[in-house]
């Protein structure tokens, strides 16, 4: 079946500008992640959606980053007047059903702030 | 300090020799494991993963883990590399009671023909 699908893939943007990214997780998965993957390290948590619960946005970095989830369905991660150290891939993740679950991701969206 | 630690930022390994990573926790409680592998312009790929009982797990395209409690460790092997395995390796943890993934720095394993 089809995987986690993201868009763009890549997004050249100048600093200042808002971006927005989204992520088309597996029918059927309740939960829904957005990890950033900055060069040459790991991947750290940015945010997560479980349902109806109320978002963890314990991992966004700064209030310029937001992010929003239609039900079960798509996720758009928005930054605003973006820097250059926003450079990063940002990848989102669903699991069918949150919790420790295994987590499938996408392709990632490849961000660079000029 | 809660962290997951890939002690090799880097590993070259001739095609058909043995391979292992190593990945060390530091967590309270046993955390969940997995082990994820990255391939150039590839979204992360789940290669196995350990949540309870045996401590050796089996994955995808060969590889194994095992699970020693005494040295918080999860260590990912394969007994003989094809060039396909070129990649970035990540060890993350969930852990107990909680649903986010923390990641280690990643392991780049290149393979020489």
């Known amino acids: 079946g089809a995987g986690v699908s993201q868009s763009p893939s890549n997004k050249v943007t100048e600093k200042g500008k808002d971006v927005e990214l989204r992520c088309d997780p597996i029918?059927?998965?309740?939960?829904l992640y957005w990890y950033r993957q900055r060069l040459g390290q790991g991947l750290e948590f940015l945010i997560y959606?479980?349902?109806?619960?109320?978002?963890?946005k314990s991992g966004l970095p700064s209030d310029r980053f937001s992010a929003e989830r239609t039900g079960e369905s798509v996720s758009t991660l928005t930054i605003q007047r973006t820097q250059q150290e926003d450079s990063a891939v940002y990848l989102c993740?669903?699991?069918?059903?949150?919790?420790?679950?295994?987590?499938?991701f996408g392709p990632g969206t490849r961000l660079t702030v000029t | 300090a809660q962290s997951v630690t890939q002690p090799d930022i880097h590993i070259t390994v001739s095609e058909g020799a043995s391979l292992e990573l190593r990945c060390n926790y530091s967590?309270?409680?046993?955390?969940?494991l997995f082990w994820y592998v990255q391939s150039p312009g590839q979204g992360l790929q789940l290669l196995l993963k350990?949540?309870?009982?045996?401590?050796l797990v089996q994955g995808i395209k060969g590889f194994e883990a095992e699970f020693k409690r005494s040295q918080s460790s999860f260590n990912l092997r394969k007994p003989s590399v094809h060039w396909s395995d070129a990649a970035e390796y990540f060890c993350?943890?969930?852990?107990?009671?909680?649903?986010?993934?923390?990641f280690g720095a990643g392991t780049t394993v290149t393979v020489r023909a």
């Open positions: 959606f479980q349902g109806n619960s109320a978002p963890d």
């Open positions: 993740a669903s699991s069918p059903s949150g919790g420790a679950g295994e987590q499938y």
């Open positions: 350990y949540f309870s009982g045996d401590t």
């Open positions: 029918s059927g998965h309740t939960a």
């Open positions: 967590y309270g409680a046993t955390p969940y």
């Open positions: 993350a943890v969930v852990p107990a009671n909680d649903y986010k993934l923390s």
